[in-house]
């Protein structure tokens, strides 16, 4: 089983919608998560942090279930600009020994 | 600000041969890592550095070689590729192990 796992998709939605999608970590140790988006053949680049209380930023949510140990991502009101590949990442740790797990990705794609 | 810088983007390899990537970043962060994507594996750690003159090994490390001499420069060397190393590759900083990543844009390096 992979430390850090998601649903590859592709999740296809029209321009407008809701979409949300999950991201499940087997640590139970990790202490820090994060959503990535990365563009087809470009670099991975830093959506946002996931707090425990969950946090917000513009159209997008993430939440984090401890209990159910998994981290969740929403985009309301989708974009055509949204369509990119979303990666989980689950930290353990803050010192140099700490594992930094990355999942392989949700791909999402937003249609006219 | 340019962030992080890998070189080159692209490269072929006649199995066997040697080669280098560079990284450098501007933003005086601690750490710096090398990871290899594949489709379907998600990002990988190879090696990792948590400040200048230190280097560790992360998940996949064998067949590479790197060295920190400087603060802002982290390379990677692949001393004899092999196929199997054909791969996206990317160099990260970031802060902190609980701090976000920036990324490099990634070097294509194909092993034939």
């Known amino acids: 089983r992979k430390e850090v796992e998601q649903d590859p998709g592709p999740f296809n939605v029209p321009e407008g919608a809701t979409v949300a999608f999950n991201c499940t970590y087997s640590?139970?140790?990790?202490?820090?998560f994060f959503w990535y988006r990365q563009d087809c053949r470009k670099e991975p680049k830093l959506l946002m942090s996931?707090?425990?209380s969950g946090n917000e930023d513009g159209r997008f949510t993430a939440q984090l279930n401890r209990a159910s140990q998994y981290i969740s991502l929403l985009i309301r009101d989708s974009k055509l600009s949204d369509s990119a590949t979303y990666l989980c990442?689950?930290?353990?740790?803050?010192?140099?020994?700490?594992?930094?797990?990355f999942g392989s990705g949700t791909r999402l794609s937003i249609r006219p | 600000n340019a962030g992080v810088t890998q070189t080159p983007k692209f490269r072929v390899l006649k199995t066997g041969q040697s080669m280098t990537l560079l990284c450098a970043q501007d933003?005086?962060?601690?750490?710096m890592y090398w990871y290899r994507q594949d489709p379907g594996m998600g990002l990988r750690l190879i090696h990792y550095s948590v400040g200048e003159g230190t280097t560790a090994k992360g998940e996949v490390p064998d067949g590479y070689n790197v060295s920190r001499l400087k603060k802002q420069n982290f390379l990677l060397g692949l001393e004899s590729a092999a196929p199997s190393q054909t791969s996206v590759y990317f160099c990260?900083?970031?802060?902190?192990?609980?701090?976000?990543?920036?990324f490099g844009s990634g070097t294509r390096l194909t092993v034939v």
């Open positions: 990260a900083s970031s802060q902190g192990q609980g701090s976000g990543y920036t």
């Open positions: 933003m005086n962060h601690e750490y």
């Open positions: 640590n139970s140790a990790s202490q820090s």
């Open positions: 990442v689950a930290v353990s740790g803050y010192s140099s020994a700490s594992k930094i797990i």
């Open positions: 996931v707090y425990s």
